[in-house]
């Protein structure tokens, strides 16, 4: 039984390597200038038939390789066919208005191409100790202050690069990002930073939430829910209305904590007190709207108003407060 697994495994990776020697070309043998510049025009011809047999794009496509190695008189070049096969994926996903000015496009790539490889193979030769000669030229003061981009100006090229690639990807057909100018990109760069700073800044918030802590003389339960509520009533006819809502908010611990939800501890935070309660406990979303408009007008600095002091009233109401 081990023995005809094995068998089927070496069998399936035999038909997986066959199917992926298939399925990606090999990588062509070096051509010569002039080789490359006739590959050129065959496959133009080839992406020309499309136009009347668009039925020959996926044949096309298989007998390209996946680059081509172009040998000249110094050194070896390679050039990508990626060029070509998105090229006529273009023009098979694309409208059937839009496929011949696809295929137009596909074609002027290749004939540049095939004209530039022309070109090279009837140029001059470059002279001997030409090299040498354009490396005094540029050791002279004219040409002291030509440098290349700075890193700023790379990151720069980057950052748009990559905002054409996001927009391309959530707009195809509308105009390129980077048509509107530098202006554009500066206002997603903003957008972006802003909503980072945003994030950063309620992350730290509610940090600085958690670490606030109260610590009162005796656990909150020790003195019953009804004393602090009255307490917290008397602040709010004095108009003291943050006083008020701080002693109704012990107000509601107390009265979770008489009720056993959790174990006295007078350094609990707000926050940890909300963790406390279970969260099937019925009482866990008013005591949240309590806990909430405490921390607005307490911690938060806040000025309370009769309206808050109303609100956390009625969320402790449905704690059982009343």
């Known amino acids: 039984m081990r023995n005809g697994c094995g068998l089927l495994l070496i069998l399936a990776a035999s038909i997986f390597a066959a199917a992926q020697s298939q399925a990606v070309p090999p990588l062509s043998a070096p051509l010569s200038v002039r080789g490359f510049a006739q590959e050129m025009a065959k496959v133009r011809a080839q992406v020309a038939e499309l136009e009347e047999k668009p039925q020959l794009a996926p044949a096309l496509v298989a ?28 023009f098979q996903r694309a409208e059937l208005k839009e496929k011949s000015a696809r295929l137009k496009e596909l074609e002027g790539s290749l004939e540049l191409l095939e004209s530039q490889a022309d070109a090279y193979e009837k140029a001059a030769p470059i002279p001997a100790g030409a090299h040498q000669t354009l490396g005094r030229i540029l050791e002279t003061r004219e040409f002291s202050g030509l440098k290349g981009p700075s890193q700023l100006q790379l990151l720069w090229q980057s950052i748009r690069s990559w905002v054409e690639k996001q927009w391309d990807k959530l707009f195809p057909r509308m105009p390129v990002a980077t048509d509107a100018g530098p202006i554009f990109a500066w206002c997603v760069i903003a957008v972006v930073c802003a909503a980072l700073g945003v994030w950063i800044y309620r992350r730290s918030r509610e940090t600085e939430l958690q670490a606030i802590r109260e610590v009162i003389a005796f656990a909150p339960g020790a003195k019953g829910w009804r004393s602090w509520l009255a307490e917290a009533r008397e602040s709010a006819e004095r108009g003291a209305w943050r006083d008020a809502i701080h002693l109704a ?11 056993g939800t959790w174990r006295p501890d007078r350094a609990r935070t707000p926050r940890e007190y909300l963790r406390a309660i279970p969260e099937w406990n019925a009482a866990r979303p008013a005591f949240q709207m309590a806990m909430q408009s405490f921390e607005r007008s307490w911690y938060g600095r806040r000025a309370a108003t009769s309206d808050d002091f109303q609100q956390i009233m009625s969320a402790l109401e449905r704690i059982g407060c009343r």
Not at 250 to 256: N, P, T
């Open 63 to 90: 007998t390209l390789p996946k680059s081509w190695k172009v040998q000249t008189a110094q050194s070896e070049a390679e050039v990508s066919a990626d060029f070509v096969r998105e090229g006529v994926g273009g």
């Open 249 to 259: 908010f012990w107000a509601g611990v107390s009265k979770l904590e008489a009720e």
